[in-house]
């Protein structure tokens, strides 16, 4: 899963839509795209989804780019237009308790995996954002940045997006005090706030380190003029997955 196959080649300048095309031209279709949104958060579900637009005009996705890089309505329209265009799409979620149970490497490419295996149409390659997942059962590319250079991997990160905005918003509403409508569950000022006065919920994942420091379940780190350094550079537990400061994706 390290390149494309031969006869097929995409120009830098190819756009959103050249990896579907190259692949087209030597007789390799239809083209799925999965993603994740989650594996960075401390708190919440993982979900993973899978997209097949379709060839030509009615696969043009407006306004479709990387959901990372879209404002929330943008994503909203970017969804409903996907969920009209596709062939086939699908949505997977893994609850944080599962992603405990799995660690979330595990987790991730399991949840990918789900994600193409609920697809109404078998692809006849898929395209993944980053890194290969063994186990998709046909061909495939792991392309650098896929959300941004392939639309039908920005199509899968749209749904996984948004879905899991929609389900952080409704956790809101059962666990108002976190705030989960305003962080997603990713590691923010806020949230680290309100996780250091509250503890942790059932929503939070133990696996990491700074969840499990607000359980008492790990010492803290030493103050050394100013604040704590950054817990991904610790020597931790195996078990304990690190804290991504940053949402990824």
């Known amino acids: ?12 300048d190819a756009g959103l839509y ?3 095309r190259a692949l087209r031209r030597v007789g390799l279709a239809p083209i799925a795209g999965v993603d994740e949104a989650g594996r960075g958060a ?8 899978a997209a097949i637009l379709p060839d030509g005009k009615a696969g043009i996705v407006p ?12 994503r909203e329209r970017c969804y409903d237009q996907v969920v009209k265009r596709a062939l086939a799409w699908s949505v997977v979620v893994i609850e944080s ?4 149970r799995l660690g979330m490497h595990v987790a991730n490419v399991e949840a990918l995996r789900r994600a193409l295996a609920r697809l109404d149409v078998r692809p006849s390659y898929v395209l993944t954002d980053g890194f290969p997942v063994d186990g ?30 929609r389900i952080m918003t409704g956790l809101d509403a059962e666990y108002p005090a976190y705030e989960f409508k305003v962080h997603k569950g990713y590691i923010t000022d806020l949230h680290s706030a309100r996780l ?5 919920c059932p929503q939070h994942r133990m696996r990491f380190v700074n969840v499990r420091r607000a ?10 003029n100013g604040p704590d350094v950054p817990v991904q550079n610790e020597a931790v537990p195996a078990v304990v997955d690190e804290v991504v400061l940053e949402e990824s994706r």
């Not at 899963?1 to 830098?12: D, F, H, I, N």
């Not at 401390?42 to 989804?49: Q, S």
């Not at 991997?153 to 899991?164: D, F, G, P, Q, Y």
């Open 1 to 12: 899963m390290s390149t494309l196959p031969r006869g097929s080649t995409v120009r830098r």
């Open 18 to 20: 050249g990896y579907e």
């Open 42 to 49: 401390c708190a919440g579900p993982l979900v993973a989804a």
């Open 63 to 74: 306004g479709l780019a990387d959901s990372k890089l879209l404002t929330e309505k943008a």
């Open 97 to 100: 308790d599962e992603c405990d």
């Open 136 to 165: 998709l059962e046909v061909p495939g590319l792991a392309v650098w940045k896929g959300d941004r250079v392939a639309a039908c991997i920005a199509a899968a990160s749209v749904l996984a997006k948004v879905t899991r905005d």
């Open 196 to 200: 250091a006065e509250l503890g942790p």
């Open 215 to 224: 359980a008492g379940l790990e010492p803290d780190l030493p103050v050394q």
